[in-house]
Structure formats: structure tokens, C-alpha cells
């Protein structure tokens, strides 16, 4: 296992981590200097961040300060309730695609949508077997494109307490089927973004993490589970605060021959998110060198 | 398939549901009235609930009404930090087998419990192998009592939010793993209390319940889940509010051979335990025949 102790080489942040800061919207080109200025070699942003800023501006200032992507968050949110709306999700992530390629990133992450209009509290649909099965044929559709342009899709598995409205992919194994289905020769162009937050409850993740292997890892997220969480969303803890046992599992997955970054993504509405950028950043340093 | 539409014979109450009634702390001898006025067949009573009235009176009361039980909640909470706490647990596991025999419960739910002092947000230890290898042990204890006396165990998986600090058995898979480890002759001394609420996400659930079969079937408990979900543990909804397919999956488990009470258990704080106990009851029961 690599010795994260001395250095933070290893270390990329998840622009979602900062991008409020004192309560208030903090834009990705001032984070991107925040990150530079502390040596950080990765970040991973989020299309939104990136759109606000401009795509072309974001590329050129990652350049100029060195730093890389380690994934681009996010496409998916494939389910829709009608034909139309399952075209204006391709569509959407074929822009996502190729915004991700812009950037050079090494993956796009996949947050796969689940009941169409659950997230507003207002399901168009309840059968959840026909949400798995629009992913499915999303997924499908969009490695197409994504083996056209050489931009690996990264599955991100979510908590099962996200199945509704979120992400209906919900365990390393059910995606590693997804993934073997849809890419049987393990091209690389197609695999998981594992985030601690959302598997390290299931008794199957080691076993999967090896079935998953290197060609399937090509993301890995740390943050930590608080006792008690308050909210489903956004009460992430900072990496050390929780009961995650985050050492054995990264041993986990760089047994399984991941030597990629500890990206660090922390929703946290009611605490880091009410902090100096400045201090979030610092700590995650720290921790990413002493716990993770 | 049973048809529900026209009675509520197969309804169970879990005394959870009305423990609170606006707002306020109901006795359970109470709810037991509410429930014989409505001709609710069976009940699912907390042990503090009949602690609180007296065993020997709850057992009268129950025989005088001729209601039944459909389980007894609950056992569990086996992992400790220490000798003492687990041989504490299993003498309380002990007890709650005692009572759920006086009560003539069907089965004793267990809630098997997780990280030690993790409820409190002061977890003892974060080793999650360890907190599943103590419940192992607690459970193969538990049941040589249990089959002496003649008392079912029923595992009840709990959703993977709640992992950390009331139950480290998460999904409907690893608790059957546990049965045929434990009783490889399917007894019927060894199975699982089935919650939607904890398991309707589960991509392998159909599988599973298939595998369980009625041997494994002792309790099956509904509800439903909400967008959004604005708590982790007392926001469950009241079945036809939420997203679950709740016929889909009653089908699955009739298919294996259930043929048993659907019991009712709803914590809701916000909601539910706020309003009169005449109208949760008769909400249930409405519900029941139209949506179960």
C-alpha cells in the first residue's frame, strides 16, 4: 500500500468539497487557484462549476497551474417517463462527454438517475426494474460515444438510501454486471467510481473491489459516515470524523491495482460547508496524509 | 396472490406505528384496544411497550381480544466492546425469548446491532468484520436457547443507512447467508423479518426471497419510502404515499410460499405519530385493502 504520510501527491479534491464556502457559492476558478496555491495535483469539478466559469477558460487555467482532472462529475440521470426525454439525456451526456474530453480527464462518473421526477418529489413512475433497465440501455448508448472519443464511463454506485431518487445502481456488484455486460473484453472504457460514502456498509465489497480490478477502477472517493447522520444528502464528514475503516478498504483497492487519487468529496450543508475554503482545504490535507 | 381488497384479516400492527399518538406517548394496553375495536387480527408489540403495562396483563388482555402476534420486537444488538457487554446481551436475548414465549409470538425479531456505542455517536470500535462476527456468535447462541424453547429467530435486515450504529446485516442476501450457516435443515427456528422499507432497492431482492422461501419467510413488515426521505430513521411513509411496489413484492414473497400477516410499521415523527390514533388505524387499514 502506498505511504500517503509525507506528502499529499496523491490528494485530489472534488470541487463540490468547496464550492460553498461560508455559506455562500464559491466559483470553480477561485477554487482552482485555492487548490494551486496548496500544491493539490488533482480536482475533479462539476459541469455546472465548470459552465459558470467557462469551459475553455477551466481548461487553459488547469494547464497553466499543472493540475489534472481525476474524473468530471457528472453524467447520467438516464431514466426518463417518455421517448423525448430519453433522447435529451443522451443528448445531454454526449455534451458531457465531450466537455470531459475538453478537459482531459481520465473518466466522466455516471451518476445514473433513478425514478424520473422522484427527485422532486414527484415519481412519474414507481417501477423500479424499468428505471434499472433505461440505465442499462443509457449506459449502452452512451459508451458508444464514449469508445468514439476515448472517454471512459465511470458507474458510480449510491447508496441504496438514493435508489429513489438519485442513482438506481446502488452496489458495487450490481454496476461490475452492468459493466461486464456492456463490456465484456474489460476495454477500460467502461468501469466504477467507488465512493466509501456509498458501498463501505456492504459486506460484499472486498470480494467485488477484487472482481472489479484495475481495468474497473477508475475513480476512487473518500469522505466519512458520521453517527448520527442528519441529513441523506449532504452530512458527509471529513475523512477521520466517521467510523469508515478508510485504510483497509484503499488497501483493498490498491490490492485490486488501483494507483490512482484519493479524491476527496465531502456534501456537508451544516458544517464544511459553513467553513473558510482555506481550512477545508488544510484539513484535507492533513487527514489525506494521516487517515486515509 | 391473496386478495387484501376485501377485509383486513391478514393486517398486523406493529405497536410502533401508534406509539405515539399527537405527539404523545400511548400505552400499550391502549393500543390494544384501538386495535380489537377495529378487528385488527394481530399486533407486533415493542418490549418496552409491554414492560411498561406488565407481561402477564399484556397476554391476558391479548387472549381476551383473540389477537395474536405476528412477532416480537425485538432482539439483537449483540456486539459489545467487551466480555461483559456481549454476555449481557445475550442474557438479554434470553429474556426477550422468555417473553416472546409467554406472549405466543410467531417468531422474535432481531435487530442484531452494529459498531458498539455507535447509536450514541461514540462508536466503541470501527472494525465492521468484527461487529458481524460478534452477531454471528450472537445469533448461533441465541438460537440453541431458542430451539429449546421453541421460539423462532427472524433476522430482519436493516437498510445500509442504518449500518453503523443499529444493525450491521444489510441486505436480504447476507442474512440468508447467515441462516444456512447457522441451520443448514431450513428448521424453521432460524429466518428473516422482511421490511420493505430496508430492502426494496436491492437489485438481487426477487432472487432472494425466491431463495428464502417460506421457511425463511416468518415476518413481513410494509410501509413506504418518501421523496423526500427527511430522516434516516422515523420518516417511513404510509404504503401508497411512497415509491415502493408494494404488490410487486408481496407477489414475490406469496410466489415463495408466504402466506402471513403484512404488518404495519411506520416510525414517523414528523408526521404519523402526530395525529389522532383513530385515524393512523383506520388509514392502515384502508391502505391495506387498496394498495398492500
Chains 1, 2 share one sequence.
Not at 58 to 71: E, F, N, P, T
Not at 80 to 88: C, I
Request: glycine letters at 8%; one cysteine or more; proline letters at 4%.
Amino acid at each position: 500500500m502506498r505511504d500517503f504520510s509525507q506528502d499529499h501527491d496523491w490528494l485530489s479534491i472534488n470541487t463540490a468539497t468547496v464550492r460553498k464556502q461560508r455559506g455562500a457559492e464559491v466559483p470553480l476558478d477561485r477554487i482552482i487557484d485555492q487548490c494551486a496555491e496548496r500544491g493539490v495535483r488533482a480536482i475533479s469539478p462539476w459541469r455546472d462549476q465548470v459552465a459558470a466559469v467557462g469551459l475553455d477558460k477551466v481548461a487553459k487555467q488547469l494547464k497553466a497551474h499543472g493540475i489534472g482532472l481525476s474524473g468530471y462529475c457528472r453524467g447520467g440521470f438516464f431514466p426518463a417517463p417518455d421517448a423525448a426525454g430519453l433522447k435529451a439525456a443522451l443528448d445531454d451526456n454526449r455534451r458531457a462527454i465531450d466537455e470531459a474530453k475538453t478537459l482531459d480527464a481520465p473518466c466522466l462518473v455516471l451518476v445514473v438517475g433513478a425514478l424520473p421526477g422522484a427527485l422532486d418529489g414527484k415519481a412519474a413512475y414507481k417501477d423500479l426494474g424499468r428505471a434499472r433497465s433505461e440505465v442499462r440501455g443509457g449506459i449502452a448508448a452512451s459508451l458508444d460515444y464514449a469508445r468514439e472519443v476515448g472517454m471512459p464511463l465511470a458507474i458510480e454506485p449510491l447508496h441504496p438510501m438514493q435508489a429513489a431518487d438519485r442513482a438506481c445502481i446502488n452496489t458495487l456488484e450490481h454496476a461490475l454486471d452492468i459493466c461486464d455486460e456492456l463490456d465484456p473484453e474489460r476495454s477500460g472504457m467502461l468501469g466504477v467510481a467507488l465512493d466509501i460514502y456509498h458501498v463501505w456498509w456492504d459486506p460484499k465489497l472486498q470480494q467485488q473491489i477484487a472482481r472489479a480490478g484495475n481495468q474497473r477502477l477508475l475513480a476512487y472517493h473518500v469522505c466519512d459516515w458520521l453517527t448520527p447522520t442528519r441529513d441523506l444528502l449532504s452530512d458527509r464528514g471529513m475523512m477521520g470524523d466517521g467510523v469508515v475503516e478508510l485504510k483497509k478498504i484503499r488497501g483493498w483497492v490498491e490490492a485490486a491495482g488501483f494507483a490512482g487519487f484519493s479524491e476527496v468529496e465531502i456534501f456537508s450543508a451544516l458544517d464544511w460547508w459553513q467553513r473558510d475554503g482555506a481550512e477545508v482545504l488544510d484539513t484535507c490535507i492533513e487527514r489525506h496524509k494521516r487517515v486515509v
